[in-house]
């Protein structure tokens, strides 16, 4: 009886190189076409993206991004964080980088100062908890470790570094910052309604 139960696991196990080997090929994939229409639609999108982190991650919060920011009913700021806010916001800065809203000096003093924060937090031998208060630091209860979370700021550490690398072989001023710019008026051109 247990050979026959154990029969297609081994069966599995033996054919999982020739499965996973299949899985990998690359497939002929349909490229997608954007138009200009929606390109400058998403990157506003982005624009907007980026204001919350630029406007809600400063000093006061120890340079941690907040967990979440409601305007109805009434508006409140989560003065909470965890490390997959921390690792989305690292990742933030550098897309605001790429998009051109930010420069690269401005990319590493936001994330240094991040990750002076990360330094002076409490942890768990060497784990960050789960929840932080962004403004006093300490951990919220109840105290636990996530390795989920854990892992998406790990993730998100390897990804800067490999960004930040590369740094010195760009230009100061690169091309993207212009196009910056014009997401940036497009978004002002919105709200401020026209007084012709």
């Not at 599995?12 to 639609?41: D, N």
């Not at 990804?159 to 230009?171: E, F, M, N, S, V």
């Amino acid at each position: 009886v247990t050979i026959a139960v154990a029969f297609p696991f081994l069966v599995a196990w033996f054919c999982s190189p020739l499965a996973v080997w299949y899985i990998s090929l690359r497939t002929p994939g349909k490229q997608m076409e954007v138009s200009r229409e929606q390109e400058v639609y998403l990157r506003r999108l982005a624009r907007k993206i980026w204001a919350f982190f630029e406007n809600f991650v400063g000093k006061e919060d120890n340079w941690l991004p907040p967990d979440n920011y409601q305007e109805h009913p009434v508006e409140r700021t989560a003065h909470r964080t965890s490390p997959t806010n921390i690792g989305l916001y690292l990742l933030s800065n550098l897309s605001a980088c790429d998009f051109g809203y930010i420069t690269n000096s401005k990319l590493i003093e936001r994330s240094t100062n991040t990750l002076d924060t990360l330094h002076r937090m409490e942890k768990y031998p060497g784990h960050l908890f789960n929840w932080y208060d962004t403004i006093s630091l300490m951990p919220l209860s109840p105290r636990y470790i996530s390795t989920v979370d854990s892992g998406n700021l790990v993730g998100s550490l390897l990804t800067l570094r490999q960004a930040i690398l590369k740094i010195p072989d760009t230009k100061i001023l690169q091309e993207n910052i212009f196009e910056g710019i014009l997401d940036t008026i497009g978004i002002l051109r919105e709200k401020v309604p026209d007084v012709s």
